[in-house]
Each structure stands twice: as structure tokens, then as C-alpha cells.
């Protein structure tokens, strides 16, 4: 894959993620792990289905899903981190997901400003005064 930063970021990170994954269930942690799976290949998954937008509108909402998960994943991560529920450090996957999401939010944030419609003031409802002549 070449050309498109966060479908490579993210198709690393859901690949990364598989492997913790089976890391994790060697450690006999299954609940939050298989969360924390579902969560992060989502975001690759929601970033692909953004290339067949139909509009810019389901663009940015393709992308918001990718950006949520991306949360939902940070949060699972950090979760797994602090419950000392294994010897494996997130860390490393902490930091890879903050940089997915500065770039989602990015993406999206450009987006609706390129496509943001300019607010032209409509005539129609101005009230006019008929005694009044311009």
C-alpha cells in the first residue's frame, strides 16, 4: 500500500493489534483484548469504506466512525495498561493510536471546511417595507 497515510497507518496499526491480540490471549485475558480487536481494525475498516464516499458528508462520516474508534481503542489500550491485567506494555500502541487520531481529526476537520457551504444572505427573507423605495 502506498499513497495514503492514514489507510497505511491504520493497516499497520489493525496489524499490530492482531498480534497483541495473541499475545494477550496466551495471557489468558480474553474479555478486553477481543474489545481492544474489535475497536482497532474497525478504524482501517471505516477509513476503506471512505474511499467510496458518495459525498463529502459521508466522507467525513465514514471518518468519524474511524475517529471514534480510534477513541474507543486508546481507551481500551490505557484500560488494559493500568489494570495490570498483563506484562505487556500498550504503551508503544498509546502512542501509534494518538497519532491516527491527530490524523483523522485532521482529515476531517479539512474537509468540512473545503466543503463548507459560504452563508449568502437570502433575499427572500429580508421583510420589505413597500412604502419604502431603494
Known amino acids: 500500500m502506498k499513497g495514503n497515510l492514514i489507510k497505511n497507518k491504520s493497516f499497520q496499526f489493525s496489524r499490530d493489534i492482531i498480534n497483541l491480540y495473541q499475545q494477550l490471549k496466551e495471557e489468558k485475558e480474553f474479555v478486553i483484548s477481543k474489545q481492544l480487536l474489535r475497536a482497532a481494525t474497525s478504524i482501517g475498516a471505516n477509513v476503506v469504506e471512505s474511499e467510496a464516499a458518495q459525498s463529502a458528508a459521508d466522507f467525513i462520516s465514514k ?8 477513541r474507543a481503542t486508546r ?3 490505557l484500560l488494559l495498561q493500568e489494570s495490570n491485567l498483563t506484562t505487556i506494555s500498550t504503551i508503544p500502541y498509546i502512542s501509534e493510536i494518538d497519532s491516527i487520531i491527530r490524523i483523522l481529526t485532521s482529515i476531517i476537520k479539512t474537509t468540512r471546511e473545503r466543503h463548507q457551504k459560504p452563508q449568502t444572505p437570502n433575499p427572500k427573507s429580508k421583510i420589505q417595507n413597500p412604502k419604502l423605495k431603494n
Open 63 to 70: 471518518l468519524s466512525i474511524a475517529s471514534k474508534e480510534a
Open 75 to 77: 481507551y481500551w489500550l
